[in-house]
């Protein structure tokens, strides 16, 4: 059975519309050197889709035309994409605030030992996935060695001055749950990563995003096999707070496939969902150049209620803490 088959169906979430964009979300492909239990994009290395030159340059533009604030690149591994270094220059020379979410063990592999001194160069943003301060925990949810390898790419990053006060090099790394269970507070927890990396490993950083696993893709087919997504979704529905729901990220946020089709976020890319159209079919990044989509409506699904349980869940963290 298919992880999305449960979800595309009519859902009870409020209807909610979108403010000014602010951020766009990037795919810029599902190729990925890890084969992470809870990623719901189904990256790996095997997967062959990257957006190519031309989708970039549409990208750049519609950056440049609607002055877009935050330029958030995801994959896959986004770094693994050959246009990556040139979107990222580009963006950060029209004044783009720029993040790249980085897996960390990409900074090993051979052929990417550029990756740390070219990011610290342009000044981008890190947010980087580390599910836990402990190395089994990371291990069982991201494969055997990452966690070793995480912890020295984030010692890489420090020795350029990534995570260091006054520096301008922002280190931020994220927390998922191990399983079918919401994330615990965003504060008590980020004190506790700074606390147990430093004395650990002698390892800063600046800030720590909880984000709720959604049950999508890979993570919602290992709900499945266990029996367990129907009790995860309860959970999120019965843990709705509707004080989440101004701040949740598809409001000021597009998300943008490797083929350069429109979303309203990221989760909606996985499950093919598009961003609204009286056509039922998709837009293309290229056709919204002139157009403001501010006020139109966000496709909402049940899966939906991932980003409003508990404390909220964005790609920017809890919403309230």
Known sequence: MHATLPLL???????????????????????????????????????????DEATVEAVLTYLKTHHIKTLDLTGGAPEMNPHFRYLVKEARGQGVRVIDRCNLTII??????????????????????????????????????VFEKSIRALKQLNELGYGAEGSGLTLTLVYNPQGPSLPPSQGELEAAYKRELYLRYGIIFNHLFTITNMPIQRFGSTLISQ??????????????????????????????????YVFDCDFNQMLDLPM?????GKTHISALMRRDISGSPIVVMDHCYGCTAGQGSSCGGSLID
Not at 276 to 280: K, M, R
């Open 9 to 51: 169906k009519e859902s009870d979430f409020p209807a909610i519309s979108r403010d000014r964009v602010e951020t766009l979300q990037v795919n810029l492909g599902y190729l990925c050197n890890q084969t992470c239990l809870h990623c719901h994009v189904n990256a790996g290395p095997k997967r062959r889709e990257l957006m």
């Open 108 to 145: 090993e592999e051979p052929g990417y030992e550029w990756i740390t001194p070219f990011l610290a160069e342009n000044g981008v943003e890190v947010v980087a996935s580390l599910p836990c301060y402990l190395s089994d925990n990371v291990d069982h949810q991201r494969g055997k060695g």
């Open 227 to 260: 029996g367990e997504f129907a009790s995860y979704m309860r959970l999120l529905k019965e843990a709705y707070s509707e004080k989440n729901l101004p701040g949740v990220m598809c409001r000021s946020l597009i998300s943008i496939d490797w083929q350069g």
């Open 276 to 280: 609204f159209e009286a056509s039922g």
